[in-house]
């Protein structure tokens, strides 16, 4: 069935250090894929999109591209700040809802 | 803001209680979610509605009901809560529920089981 493996947290960076989140997927069709943040005490929100191969999403500094031949969606970003620091959760499109991983908290500290 | 808001914010109950949480959208978006948020385990989907009256069962819909009779209101309901259902629930509406649509979620509410 669908899924989605994330990198295991928690993850702690200086601020301006660069950031990777792993993520890859096993899905049957043509998945679009999700970058969602949660910031602490609230609900998630849409970080970045990519809906087909080779897309690239991108926000706030934040990119990860739509790679097929290696099912992945890896999140980066070049210099991080305390402001980033959250959990973000990968997550594909399955037949009727989404399908996440598991989260991964950042802590970015000064 | 996605204009959804979920009632109560915060509730804490006994075990064998009925529960019903409630989910309001202001976009009139066809598509309403109900999932669950666990440690380890990311967002699970509960159930969820593609119209008024029509839902369906999602990957962890044991001991859960849901109700739809108005395009604004999702309401989820336990009807013998169980200590394993204490999680934080998070309602999310979609415009069309196609594979490229984008979820967007509610606040939460933080469910306390006893």
């Known amino acids: 069935g669908d899924s989605v493996t994330q990198m295991e947290g928690p993850v702690t960076l200086s601020e301006e250090a660069f950031l990777t989140i792993n993520c890859t997927y096993t899905?049957?069709?043509?998945?679009?894929l999700f970058w969602y943040v949660q910031y602490p005490g609230e609900g998630l929100q849409l970080l970045l999109k990519?809906?087909?191969?080779?897309d690239k999403g991108s926000n706030k500094g934040f990119e990860a591209t739509y790679r097929k031949e290696t099912t992945s969606f890896h999140l980066e970003k070049g210099s991080v700040q305390v402001s980033d620091s959250a959990v973000y959760f990968c997550?594909?499109?399955?037949?009727?809802?989404?399908?996440f991983g598991t989260g991964t908290r950042l802590t970015v500290i000064p | 803001d996605a204009g959804i808001t979920q009632s109560p914010r915060h509730k804490v109950t006994e075990t064998g209680t009925p529960v019903t949480l409630r989910c309001h959208q202001t976009?009139?978006?066809?598509?309403m979610y109900w999932y669950r948020q666990d440690p380890g385990h990311g967002l699970r989907l509960i159930h969820y509605?593609?119209?008024?009256?029509?839902?369906d069962k999602g990957e962890v819909s044991d001991g859960y009901s849901v109700s739809r009779s108005k395009t604004e209101d999702f309401l989820l309901t336990l009807e013998s809560a169980t200590s394993s259902q204490t999680s934080v629930y998070f309602c999310?509406?979609?415009?069309?529920?196609?594979?490229?649509?984008?979820?967007?979620f509610g606040p939460g509410t933080r469910l306390t089981v006893l």
């Open positions: 999310a509406i979609s415009l069309s529920g196609e594979r490229t649509d984008t979820q967007y």
């Open positions: 899905a049957t069709g043509y998945p679009s």
């Open positions: 990519a809906t087909k191969a080779d």
């Open positions: 997550a594909l499109t399955g037949a009727n809802n989404l399908f």
């Open positions: 976009e009139n978006h066809r598509y």
């Open positions: 509605s593609y119209g008024v009256k029509d839902t």
